[in-house]
Each structure stands twice: as structure tokens, then as C-alpha cells.
């Protein structure tokens, strides 16, 4: 892995003068430097408030919907498709709403509902052609109220707690006598040299984790109770965004063959219905190697060269959606070639554990070597894994 600036780590800041005069040092600055002028996804997630136990804890609260699927009957009545009892049918429609049928003008009036029917009656429409709507969406578009109803129920949905666990990021570096007194090519300070080549390996380390992790299992739940917890990384919340081991919930990935532009806007799209790519949003799309070549090929014989032109090749960093929205482009070494990333950056962040961010610590001395230990607890949180962030995958 290639090394980036070190003028992070000059001298009054974190050079040897402070160094040896302290057996503790905050190194989370120097960690913070190193993802800010990070181009992979790690530059991409902002930094969270501090995490106050080894399970971090957010709430997802979420608007009550105002569609569901249906199928009409010759008898002015809906079967419901997908809601299953009368209480989660109740904090969507109430007696006197006006429905209207998608792609149609078929609009309703909700006379009353069970768990699973609903009886309408027609609205200012003919009834003729009812039975014909199968598997349709119905909007509710109004809730008429009079000005003598009483307060209509309470219907709002029950917050949701979402969790991930703290892992511990840790190296160890240790300097001879002999070592640390010997005048060396292109170091001028070994101990600050070896300080940032530990925390690069970090940040590696960090990318994976946040990339591809996997939450601790113990073979029947997810844990962090172990001393050698795991944290959950971005690719596995969209696949199990509730944690329970099983992917029956990855309602925004989907199954996409060959890269195409229309792929990258179907999954935009599959997002955007579920809820996401909001007025807050603030998308990017990571790939690999491999989905980037293809990426740059995208109409790349609508490009125009003049004589005497002397740049040659394609390269393609934002992607602009069939709905106007502009992803940036991210490419990350560590992404899984068969795969691409739609990643909400407002709603991620990477946390660490209050009073155990980036440090270094000076070790108990082992005759003539000094030892120094590296380390910080950290965790990621999701929001609203399931509706604000997509994944394309067995891509060829």
C-alpha cells in the first residue's frame, strides 16, 4: 500500500521531542488526518459522536405509509396483498379516505376494513372496469376530516433500535537502544516513522472492517459480548439490516449480470421507492477495480477528440441518474469486483468508544527495547440500512 504525506507528523506536533516526554499520547488526530486525505470510502464517512458502550444503540423512527397492494373484486372490496392485521391496515387508511388505483383514474372511498378486505365504494368514477385492477399500488391522497370528529387514533409507528458492536483496532511497535541511536537514510525519527506506518495499516484495516465486516456470531445471534468482538460493516447491514442471520430483507439489492447504466438507475430507483434519496440524502457509489473499467466505457463513443489532442483513455468519476441526482464516483482497492456500492453518507458515521480513540500507549521496557502499543475501538453506524442505501452484486 502506498504511503501518503507525513506532514501531519511534523515536529510540534507529534514529533519525538513530545513523544518521549509522554507515556500516553492521543494519536486520533493523526488517524483523523490520514482518512481526511483519504480518496477511498473511508475519506467518504464522516465521524460520529463518541459511543458510550461496546454495543452502540440508534433509533430509526419512520413516516407511516400512505400506499399498500392490492387486488379488486366484482364487490367494491380490495384483498390486501402484503398487511396482515387490521392494526397495521389501521395506521394507513381510515373510514372516509379517497384511494385512487396507480396508473389509473379510479379513485374510492373507503367505507370500511378487516386484516385482510377493505370495502369501498366508487368516487366520482365508474366502476366498470374495478375488477381489472390486480397487484395494483393505492395511494391514499386525502383524509377528509369535519370540523365536529372527534381526534382521529393515534397511528404512529413504534421507533425502531438498530445496533453494532465496538472492535478493537491495535499494533505494537518496539525500538532497541542500538536502534533508536542510529542515524538512518531517508528517517529522521524512527519511533514517528514506525507511528505512521502503524496507523496506515489501520486505516486499512478500518476500510475492510467498514466495508466488508461481519458482527460477531456465536452460532445462534449476533454478540458483542466477546473480548474479540467484530464489528458489522456497510455490505452485510444492506443484506441483514436487522441483524437475525438471514438476507429475506435486502429489499434494495438485487441480481444485475453485466454493469449497465440502466442497472445503476433501476437500483437508484428501487431506493427512491423505498424511501430513500431524500431531500437530506447525500449518495456516492464505490466499486472496485474491475466495475470502474466498465464505468468509464459508459458512451465513451460520445467523446470528442480535436487534433493534436494528447490525452488518451476514459475516466468517469460521477454518475449522473435518470432523476438528476449526481453520485460521485468512489473507487475502493478493498470493494468485491462483483459488486456496487449506493452509499448515503448522511447517514453513516464511524464512531469510537468514549476515551479510547486512536492512541498509543509506552509499554513496560524489555531490557534495552522500548515497546509502544497503537490501538482505538471503533464501530459504524447505519441508518436506515434497508431503505437509503443499495447494493448491485454478482456483477460479471
Same mark, same amino acid.
Given at each position: ?23 500516553? #499520547? ?10 481526511? &486525505?483519504?480518496?477511498?470510502?473511508? !475519506? ?18 419512520? #413516516? ?8 379488486a373484486t366484482t364487490s367494491l372490496s380490495i384483498a390486501l396483498n402484503v398487511l396482515s392485521t387490521t392494526a397495521s391496515i389501521g395506521r394507513i387508511i381510515r373510514a372516509g379516505d379517497i384511494l385512487v388505483a396507480d396508473n389509473s383514474e379510479f379513485y374510492f372511498?373507503?367505507? !370500511?376494513?378487516?386484516?385482510? #378486505? ?30 365536529? =370528529? /372527534?381526534?382521529? =387514533? /393515534? ?16 499494533? &505494537? ?18 519511533? *514517528? $516513522? ?5 496507523? @496506515? ?12 465486516? $461481519? ?16 464489528? *458489522? ?25 453485466? @454493469? ?15 424511501? !430513500? ?10 466499486? %472496485? ?21 494528447? *490525452? ?9 441518474? /435518470?432523476? !438528476? ?15 456496487? @456500492? ?11 468508544? *468514549? %476515551?479510547?480513540?486512536? $492512541? ?28 437509503? $442505501?443499495?447494493? #448491485?452484486?454478482?456483477?460479471?
Amino acid at each position: 500500500m502506498a504511503l501518503t504525506s507525513a506532514s501531519f507528523m511534523a515536529e510540534g506536533g507529534y514529533g519525538s521531542a513530545l513523544l518521549t516526554k509522554l507515556d500516553k #499520547l492521543d494519536c486520533s488526530q493523526i488517524l483523523s488526518a490520514v482518512l481526511k &486525505a483519504d480518496r477511498e470510502l473511508l !475519506g467518504h464517512i464522516k465521524m460520529g459522536e463518541s459511543a458510550a458502550n461496546i454495543e452502540v444503540n440508534w433509533i430509526e423512527d419512520e #413516516l407511516v405509509a400512505n400506499t399498500f397492494t392490492g387486488d379488486a373484486t366484482t364487490s367494491l372490496s380490495i384483498a390486501l396483498n402484503v398487511l396482515s392485521t387490521t392494526a397495521s391496515i389501521g395506521r394507513i387508511i381510515r373510514a372516509g379516505d379517497i384511494l385512487v388505483a396507480d396508473n389509473s383514474e379510479f379513485y374510492f372511498k373507503v367505507v !370500511g376494513y378487516t386484516a385482510s #378486505l377493505l370495502s369501498v365504494s366508487a368516487y366520482g368514477c365508474t366502476t366498470s372496469l374495478f375488477a381489472a385492477i390486480t397487484t395494483t399500488t393505492f395511494k391514499v391522497i386525502s383524509k377528509p376530516y369535519a370540523d365536529l =370528529d /372527534d381526534a382521529s =387514533d /393515534d397511528i404512529s409507528k413504534g421507533r425502531t433500535k438498530r445496533r453494532n458492536f465496538t472492535q478493537v483496532f491495535e499494533r &505494537a511497535l518496539q525500538i532497541t537502544q542500538s536502534r533508536k541511536g542510529m542515524d538512518m537514510e531517508a528517517v529522521s525519527d524512527e519511533l *514517528q $516513522h514506525q507511528i505512521k506506518l502503524r496507523t @496506515l495499516e489501520i486505516k486499512r484495516e478500518l476500510d475492510l472492517a467498514v466495508l466488508l465486516g $461481519h458482527a460477531y456470531w456465536d452460532g445462534s445471534y449476533y454478540t458483542g459480548t466477546t473480548e474479540k468482538r467484530t464489528m *458489522q460493516g456497510i455490505i452485510k447491514y444492506i443484506r441483514d439490516y436487522d441483524l437475525d442471520n438471514t438476507y429475506n430483507d435486502d429489499t434494495v439489492t438485487q441480481v444485475s449480470g453485466a @454493469l449497465t447504466v440502466a442497472a445503476i438507475n433501476a437500483l437508484l430507483y428501487k431506493i427512491w421507492d423505498a424511501g !430513500g434519496l431524500d431531500e437530506t440524502a447525500d449518495p456516492i457509489m464505490v466499486v %472496485g477495480g474491475a466495475q470502474q473499467r466498465v464505468i468509464s466505457t459508459f458512451d465513451k463513443e460520445l467523446r470528442r477528440v480535436e487534433q493534436g489532442e494528447r *490525452q488518451v483513455g476514459y475516466y468517469k468519476n460521477v454518475f449522473l441518474s /435518470d432523476m !438528476g441526482i449526481e453520485l460521485p464516483v468512489v473507487l475502493d482497492r478493498w470493494m468485491n469486483s462483483d459488486m456496487l @456500492l449506493v452509499l448515503d453518507r448522511s447517514r453513516v458515521a464511524l464512531r469510537a468508544l *468514549q %476515551g479510547d480513540a486512536w $492512541h498509543m500507549e509506552k509499554m513496560a521496557k524489555t531490557g534495552r527495547s522500548e515497546k509502544w502499543q497503537i490501538s482505538g475501538q471503533y464501530t459504524l453506524e447505519v441508518r436506515n440500512a434497508d431503505k437509503c $442505501h443499495g447494493l #448491485l452484486y454478482d456483477l460479471t
